[in-house]
């Protein structure tokens, strides 16, 4: 196959020109003096790219570069590339957020650069953006989603009904009368999410923004914008690192410093292209797997559920004549863990905003005990409680018995005296008042959900020498010099390259290793991240879990991961914990875990793609005892067609 596709063009599908919105959505737009719309789209067409050349000023290389394409009315086209291929500027340029330098955008015939079209745009392509935080602009839920129906002039009582549909479209119809301050990031992206699907577009841009979101959440905000795709017309652009999403698409664009380099239908581009991983991709782990088995002589086709590899698996062993259908699973033996650094946590709840109108419980009473040497996750679905856990372990949220103004309550008479929280994380007890926490906090390191929230210094050398040196007070210019290096080279930044640069100018995958380089710099002995691998491309999910699984080799005891990825935490956590509305549903090694694949989806959870085809296969009559990596997985396959002599 050529690197471009041209052969997708012909096969793209037009739905109706019937947008979504309906009589109430032209009528509001006509309120606000839209031009009418009959009389820009008569060509079919959405949204033209006609070589776009847009710069920054401060970066050297231009972030788009001639980029040309259409796309149709009605169409759901996916965008993917690495990070800094150019995906945001794009969706900036759709809606007038920026102008390009060289060429033009057009928008159901309006040109983005002339005159007032880029307000008459925004009312016709919804932007979705990366960190929900960007575009929320109410104290109250149900105001924020009202706010661009407000904009554009819809009816009161249509804003009301919008705002009923789109929460409810994204499950959080709960929350209406809540505060945006107090929702987890999932939370925060669905609210976000609702506020453009109220405007009901024409087109509906979403720029990685499921990326927050746990397995049900994304599944409801996929199905939601597939059927508004499907049944409506509206047209869909999805910017995504999730290669399942984009399989929903009628076709994929790949960019790459920002050019277009590869164009067709998501199987043309999943399938038969060999070229991902020079463009700083990787094929989906569905695709690794295949290629695995064809290179060890097993004749299964490409494909793209688990299910349909589970039955290529099933015909390729009927072919060949293979015997055994059963591979059984011998589990490497555990390092004895020291049992210096384990965590212990009893009891623990937490209410935020309490005795308050917005008091919100998100914590219940969790028991939990994390050995020293775990590579441990922590799995649940948005606003289960995970980041409220993960903040009490270094203290960032104190137990109620470690606040100066704690006094305990003497019990009522007659009836048993209240059962405290504790924490223990090490020799630190963070229910004493005297516990030292800033030692506390250098021993236990915490990079948070956005790394940009912990970025703040002029210079990234400042950033990440900031920590070290509150926490060692005295400590010499060389030295720190010295350990600034290491930690920036450990995390694959060059020292030399990045040191004096604002940490505000680097990627988003750059600024994720500069916030990690800022918390490693003091060696703790455990460290925390909060979904540490969210919003970045394939190969830089895989670098980050390859560093982590580096600092964990050689002087980090503990790591714990946060995670909405199944197969993240299949494929790097020796033990996981399952956090279901504040309480802890089940704590075992992914391979026990991921084995209640039923469990798991009632609260809101998915199960590795390799644990679907185990599940296919066993119904075949072929039964894979796996941890449910890919390369375990792959392994067992493999030996069942060797006579199997490993299983």
Same mark, same amino acid.
């Given at each position: 196959m050529e690197e471009d596709i041209k052969a997708a063009d012909a096969a793209e599908k037009i739905a109706p020109a019937q947008v979504a919105g309906g009589e109430n959505m032209a009528a509001g737009a006509a309120q606000a003096g839209a031009p009418d719309a009959a009389e820009n789209t008569d060509d079919g067409n959405a949204v033209v790219f006609d070589g776009v050349t847009f710069s920054y000023n401060e970066q050297p290389a231009p972030a788009l570069s001639g980029v040309s394409f259409t796309v149709k009315k009605g169409e759901f086209l996916a965008i993917i590339g690495h990070n800094? =291929? *150019?995906? =945001?500027?794009? &969706?900036?340029? /759709?809606?007038?957020?920026?102008?390009p330098d060289e060429g033009k955008v057009v928008v159901f015939g309006l040109d983005t650069a002339e005159g007032k079209n880029p307000i008459e745009i925004r009312k016709k392509a919804g932007i979705v953006f990366q960190n929900p935080d960007n575009q929320m602009v109410a104290s109250i839920i149900e105001d924020d989603v009202a706010f661009g129906p407000e904009n554009i002039g819809v009816e009161r009582e249509e804003i009301g009904r919008r705002i009923d549909w789109a929460l409810k479209a994204v499950g959080m119809e709960q929350f209406r009368t809540g505060t945006p301050s107090r929702l987890s990031g999932g939370q925060k992206q669905r609210i976000a999410i609702a506020g453009v699907l109220a405007i009901k577009p024409d087109i509906i841009i979403l720029d990685e923004s499921t990326a927050m979101l746990d397995p049900r959440g994304r599944r409801e905000v996929m199905g939601v914008v597939s059927r508004l795709n499907r049944e409506e017309g509206m047209t869909v652009i999805l910017i995504t690192h999730f290669m399942e999403e984009a399989l929903l698409a009628d076709r994929t664009i790949v960019l790459n410093r920002g050019e277009i380099v590869m164009q067709g239908t998501p199987a043309e581009i999943f399938l038969h292209s060999e070229r991902l991983e020079a463009y700083n991709l990787s094929l989906p782990r569905i695709g690794r797997i295949c290629k695995t088995l064809q290179k060890a002589g097993i004749a299964v086709a490409d494909c793209l559920t688990p299910e349909i590899l589970a039955e290529e698996i099933k015909d390729a062993a009927d072919a060949a004549g293979v015997k055994s259908r059963t591979a059984a699973f011998t589990a490497a033996p555990l390092p004895e863990s020291p049992h210096e650094w384990d965590i212990d946590v009893k009891n623990l709840a937490f209410t935020y905003? %309490?005795? !308050?109108?917005? &008091? =919100?419980?998100?914590?219940? *009473? /969790?028991?939990?005990?994390i050995d020293e040497g775990e590579f441990f996750g922590i799995i649940g679905h948005t606003g289960s409680g995970k980041s409220t856990l993960v903040q009490h372990l270094n203290a960032l949220i104190k137990l109620p018995q470690a606040e100066k103004r704690y006094r305990a309550k003497k019990? @009522?008479?007659?009836? $048993? &005296?209240?059962?405290?929280? !504790? /924490?223990?994380?090490?020799?630190?007890?963070?229910a004493d008042k005297k516990c030292p926490f800033v030692k506390l906090r250098e021993s236990v390191g915490m990079v948070f959900q956005y790394p940009e929230y912990q970025l703040f210094a002029e210079t990234?050398?400042?950033?990440?020498?900031?920590?070290?040196?509150?926490?060692? @007070? *005295? /400590?010499?210019?060389?030295?720190t010099e010295s350990a600034v290096r290491d930690a920036l080279e450990m995390v694959g930044l060059n020292y030399e390259e990045v040191k004096d640069k604002s940490p505000f100018d680097l990627s988003g995958g750059q600024k994720r290793r500069v916030a990690i380089a800022g918390v490693i710099v003091s060696r703790p002995h455990i460290l925390i991240l909060d979904? $540490?691998? %969210? *919003?970045l491309d394939p190969l830089g999910k895989q670098e980050i879990m390859e560093l982590l699984h580096k600092i964990h080799r050689e002087w980090c005891s503990t790591v714990i991961v946060v995670s909405h990825d199944m197969d993240e935490i299949a494929d790097n956590c020796t033990k996981a914990a399952v956090i279901s509305d504040g309480e802890v549903a089940d704590c075992a090694a992914p391979r026990e875990l991921f084995k209640k694949a039923d469990e798991l989806t009632s609260l809101g959870l998915d199960v590795p793609l390799t644990a679907k085809a185990c599940v296919r296969l066993r119904e075949l009559g072929i039964d894979i005892d796996t941890d449910f990596t890919c390369e375990d997985f792959s392994e067992k396959v493999i030996s069942l067609f060797k006579g199997g002599e490993n299983a």
């Open positions: 800094g =291929s *150019g995906k =945001s500027t794009l &969706a900036r340029l /759709i809606n007038g957020l920026l102008i905003s %309490a005795k !308050s109108p917005f &008091a =919100s419980r998100a914590l219940k *009473g /969790i028991n939990l005990h019990p @009522k008479k007659g009836q $048993p &005296a209240p059962v405290l929280p !504790s /924490i223990t994380v090490g020799r630190f007890n963070l990234v050398f400042a950033d990440v020498a900031f920590g070290l040196k509150n926490f060692r @007070k *005295g /400590i010499s210019a060389e030295e979904e $540490p691998a %969210a *919003g």
